[in-house]
């Protein structure tokens, strides 16, 4: 088992930047891939990146690129989403998920789920 906890999560004015954390505890976590998605008030929940236990970055489509930047501390089991230049449309519950082997968009394809942290951009 692998339990998640995000934080960092708040209200900000377009254009700023928040940082997200993810802990991790339970099993050894530098096996696992941690993704980061988000899901906004009425939409499908989306993939914005992952990063792979040797720090292999992949992120989503173009909304993000560029802005965001996951990274990952495994002495610490700490996996970070730096967000930056946030605008309204990124507001969304933020979560982080694990699983074991490489990157993958796909939510079902992880195993372990964090609460979520939500994230307000106003404009």
């Known amino acids: 088992q692998v339990q998640l906890v995000e934080s960092g999560g708040g209200l900000v004015q377009a254009g700023g930047s928040l940082r997200l954390s993810c802990a991790a505890s339970?099993?050894?976590?530098?096996?696992?891939?941690v993704g980061w998605f988000r899901q906004a008030p009425g939409k499908e929940r989306e993939f914005v990146a992952a990063?792979?236990?040797?720090?292999?970055?992949?992120y989503s489509g173009d909304s993000v690129k560029g802005r965001f930047t996951i990274s990952r501390d495994n002495a610490k089991n700490m996996v970070y989403l730096q967000m930056n230049s946030l605008r309204p449309d990124d507001t969304a519950i933020y979560s982080c998920a694990a699983r074991r082997g490489s990157s993958s968009p796909t939510y079902s394809a992880y195993d372990y789920w964090g609460q979520g942290t939500q994230v307000t951009v106003s404009s």
């Open positions: 339970g099993r050894t976590f530098s096996p696992y891939t």
């Open positions: 990063i792979t236990w040797i720090g292999t970055n992949t």
